[in-house]
């Protein structure tokens, strides 16, 4: 009884082959959410947010993809008419196509749900105040995101009409001259657009700290998706492009280690060599004792010359916090403290040690009187002598 039923023929061909095609479809269903699968075990342990939301997001079109393929697959199983099949057979690509711009879109959308909590969602505190997020950034993401997401499903609409025989070639050149001639015009912006993508997602800095950038410096007051607020110490405030970023090295100089210094004394060329190492100790000893610096330095005698001996410092500020704010206004403000007790801490100590910087005197030493000229000296053909005198 099975047997003669799967022997039925339905619209030309066996029950059983209809089995099959439907087997063939269940198949790709199935390969589609083990795919799925594998990438969730894959990504669970490297702890990417962003690469486990895309996934998430575009797992029903990427199921939905592998459905297709194997439902492309039993309708190759049947003996159908050739313009059935010819039609069935480019739906089908269609589908697919459509499918994986779907899926696309899907993690275009992720993005920009990260990048979106990444500026209203900032919570640093910049000067005893909390940075909100912009709402001109989130306004350009919102056209950024619609932007990408018509370019995402314009490409996929035109891939699919080519894939059932739809000559596109035409349309496509025109809209990619367009499309060169755009970003040729607004090359500039879609740099600093990239730059600001690039900072937003990958965080290398956040408000308040002390980046320097193509020798620019100062502490992050905002980021943007155009352009990135610095204030200076100078309390001038910079507007860097963001494209900056991605053509020059970034050095971000107040992390969790502190804003890191360095300073170079010249000693008298005369100091004895005992009395260097009296200074290389003492420098140690101030940051040391210094309560705005971390308790960490190295110290070096790093060049004899004719005319001083120097020594060089390197150390670091310890990082503001807003608890700070009562008396330390910021970052700048507090390195300025920390620098000036360290100069005066370095000219008492030297000064009580009897080290004598260059270009300086001993304390209680009495300059040289100024020598009067004669009228010997004075004469035109005296040149040499006047000269020594000067």
Known sequence: MMISVLQDSVLGNPVALWLLAVAAAGSGW????????VLRAVLRPARRPLAQDALARSAPGLRLATLLVGLQGGL?????????????EQGVRFAQVMALAWALTAAVDALHARLATGCAGRTDKVGGSRAAGSAADLR??????????????????????????????????????????LALAA?????????????????????????????????????????????????????????????HVLACDDGPEGLHQWLRLRLAPGTPA??????????????TDQPLLLKRCRTGFERIDASHLE?????????????EGDHLADAHDKRSRALTQIHLAILRRFEAAGIVLAGTQPIGAQPAAPRSLSVEELRPEAPEVMRQAA
């Open 187 to 247: 090359q500039g912006l879609l740099a600093n657009l990239m730059g600001g993508l690039q900072v937003l997602v990958q965080r290398p800095f956040r408000p308040g700290q002390h980046i320097e950038v193509a020798g620019l410096s100062g502490l992050v007051q905002h980021v943007g998706l155009h352009s990135t607020t610095l204030r200076d110490a100078q309390d001038r405030v910079l507007r860097l492009p963001n494209h900056l970023f991605t053509r």
């Open 30 to 37: 199935l390969a589609g959410r083990l795919v799925v699968a």
């Open 311 to 323: 020594l060089c410092l390197w150390f670091a500020v310890a990082p503001w916090s807003a608890d």
């Open 76 to 88: 190759s199983l049947l003996d159908l008419p050739p313009h059935v099949a010819q039609f069935l």
């Open 274 to 287: 005992h009395k260097v190492e009296q200074g290389l100790a003492i420098l140690r000893d101030i940051v």
């Open 140 to 181: 350009r993401l919102s056209v950024l995101r619609l932007m990408v997401r018509a370019l995402v499903w314009a490409a996929g609409l035109a891939t699919a009409l080519g894939t059932v025989g739809v000559q596109m070639s035409a349309v496509l050149g025109a809209i990619g001259l367009v499309g060169l001639a």
